[in-house]
């Protein structure tokens, strides 16, 4: 599966939020569903969905699409746009 | 004295709010809105930003009844809920029109909504403060507080915890919550500085805050240091952090020991403590020195409050001077106060021959997901009532998971969850649904709670 796809349904999943709803837009805390609960189940499916483990200071930094896509890029699990 | 006047008091006292780094003297929020003096209801829904803080002193200086809301509820409540109390007054910065409501700009920050009608249906002059005892539910069920609740509250609080002038101290706990509100009234009663956020650990701004101004003290419910560990929070060094406050729950034991092992070497203290809204904040609570003897127990009481444990049924009963005045579930419910000698905690509990309190059980049907209280109860029927009246049994697993049980095959995990996520705001990872033939009964009719719960291991 591409990875930007496999994201977008990981992302879906965590914030139990539809699919469509996936976007660039989204922040942490800008929507209800992007909750501190949800922020560390994300972790928690970002680290199995792609088989890293992700450091502490890139848990806090990862609070838009844009800077978590950013962020996997450095795990080397995204690949540059 | 009013706790605004000893709040006042406090002349040192600065807000800071750290989005814009402005900083205000208690004093520039002395009567800084136009309001009318007259005692009737207002409805904050507070966010813990300046805003509502200002807001929230300027009602506590008046004769004002003040209920603190949560400003996340979904709209639908909250018109439910000005519906049932008609406030005169409402501060909420998430709506730009109330239908029935005038705009009343208080002051050059500050935009109020103002009932036309000016309702003046009579509030017992003793109810200073409604809490929710819920929260998100949108419950109409509030707890009445005294000006004298709050106060002796906040004293006894005083007595244990090291707040000094010189702190700075974040509010990082929402105010609607009483351990949020304690925080902030023992605070601005005694401490230098408070923050005004609603940043909480996850979010980098947080921390830049918290090594900009050099926060004194965390306050958290177990949640909240779970995350802390998740993000190694105890792996660094923070030489300004004084003592940290936790309530809601039992830390976990492997938890709780490595915040023991942290804090200890560093001459940082840990307070576990124990309250209710119906105790306008705490009842009991843990001295650092006995942490790592004790870490599962809530300590003792505070000052001028007592513990009975009731030999029947092995409830913990507790009496003092903060034991609230009675619930409200509607606008009648107003006009009476009646100090409590006695409150019913629901919880279960023993007593070790020192002296400490242990929580073992719960005889309300109570769980605490993330720090925050449902009544399993009221759950169970609002799920009932958006799904035709079928049947349904939550049960709490450990105030870790909401369990859902009921008998309808062509019902969807996914619906039930994705209601409850619409409705209570609960995320689904901590919902677990088991679809039955047969919902376990007691021999008198009841569902068979303890029985349910099993069904838990099949999930």
Redesign the interface.
């Known amino acids: 599966m591409d990875k930007s796809q496999k994201l977008d349904e990981v992302m879906a999943l965590a914030l139990?939020v539809p699919l469509e709803e996936i976007n660039d837009d989204l922040a942490?805390?800008s929507i209800?569903?992007w909750?501190?609960?949800?922020?560390?189940?994300l972790?928690t499916e970002l680290e199995t969905a792609f088989g890293i483990s992700i450091e502490?200071d890139d848990?806090?930094?990862m609070?838009t699409m844009p800077k978590v896509r950013e962020i996997l890029q450095k795990y080397g699990v995204m690949q540059t746009n | 004295m009013r706790l605004y006047d000893l709040i006042q008091n406090n002349k040192k006292l600065t807000f800071i709010d750290p989005f814009t780094d402005r900083s205000y003297g208690v004093a520039d929020f002395h009567h800084s809105l136009v309001i009318d003096d007259r005692q009737a209801l207002v409805f904050i829904y507070a966010d813990n930003l300046i805003g509502s803080i200002e807001v929230f002193l300027n009602f506590l200086g008046s004769r004002f009844t003040v209920s603190l809301l949560s400003p996340?509820l979904s709209p639908v409540y909250k018109q439910e809920l000005e519906e049932v109390y008609q406030p005169y007054y409402i501060y909420d910065p998430s709506r730009t029109e109330i239908p029935g409501f005038d705009i009343h700009e208080a002051s050059s920050r500050i935009r109020l909504f103002q009932h036309q009608l000016k309702p003046d249906y009579p509030i017992h002059p003793d109810i200073k403060l409604l809490l929710s005892t819920s929260g998100t539910t949108g419950s109409p069920k509030f707890v009445k507080l005294s000006e004298e609740n709050l106060i002796h509250n906040a004293e006894a609080i005083l007595e244990f915890l090291p707040i000094r002038e010189d702190d700075i101290t974040p509010l990082n706990v929402p105010v609607i919550f009483v351990y949020g509100l304690s925080i902030f009234t023992t605070n601005a009663l005694k401490a230098g500085t408070i923050i005004c956020t609603n940043r909480?650990?996850?979010?980098?701004e947080f921390?830049d805050d918290f090594v900009k101004y050099q926060f004194s003290s965390l306050g958290g419910v177990p949640?909240v240091y779970e995350?802390l560990q998740?993000?190694?929070f105890f792996k660094k060094e923070y030489p300004f952090l004084r003592y940290m406050t936790q309530t809601g729950g039992i830390l976990n034991q492997t938890l709780a020991k490595v915040i023991e092992e942290y804090v200890a070497p560093r001459g940082q203290q840990f307070f576990v403590m124990y309250g209710q809204t119906e105790a306008a904040g705490r009842m009991a609570y843990l001295s650092p020195a006995d942490l790592k003897t004790k870490n599962t127990s809530i300590g003792r009481p505070i000052r001028n409050g007592s513990f009975q444990i009731d030999p029947s049924t092995r409830e913990l009963l507790y009496s003092g001077p903060n034991v609230f005045g009675g619930y409200a579930t509607k606008s009648a419910d107003l006009n009476t106060f009646q100090p409590g000698d006695v409150l019913y905690t629901g919880d279960i509990a023993e007593k070790d021959e020192e002296g400490y309190y242990y929580i073992i059980g719960r005889i309300k049907r109570i769980v605490k997901l993330?720090g925050t209280r449902f009544n399993l109860d009221e759950i169970e029927l609002i799920i009932k009532n958006a799904f035709n009246g079928e049947t349904f049994a939550c049960i709490g697993v450990e105030d870790k998971h909401l369990l859902v049980i009921h008998l309808n095959q062509d019902l969807k995990d996914e619906e039930i969850?994705?209601f409850l996520?619409t409705k209570l705001?609960l995320?689904?990872?901590?919902i677990k649904i088991k679809q039955v033939s047969k919902i376990p009964l007691t021999p008198n009719g009841k569902v068979d709670y303890t029985s349910a719960r099993s069904l838990y291991q099949q999930v």
Not at chain 1, 35 to 41: A, E, K, L, Q, W
Not at chain 2, 200 to 204: A, G, S, T
């Open positions: 139990s942490y805390q209800p569903e909750d501190s609960m949800s922020h560390m189940v972790m502490t848990m806090l930094e609070n | 996340q909480d650990v996850l979010q980098k921390w949640y995350m998740r993000i190694d993330l969850k994705q996520k705001n995320h689904p990872s901590i």
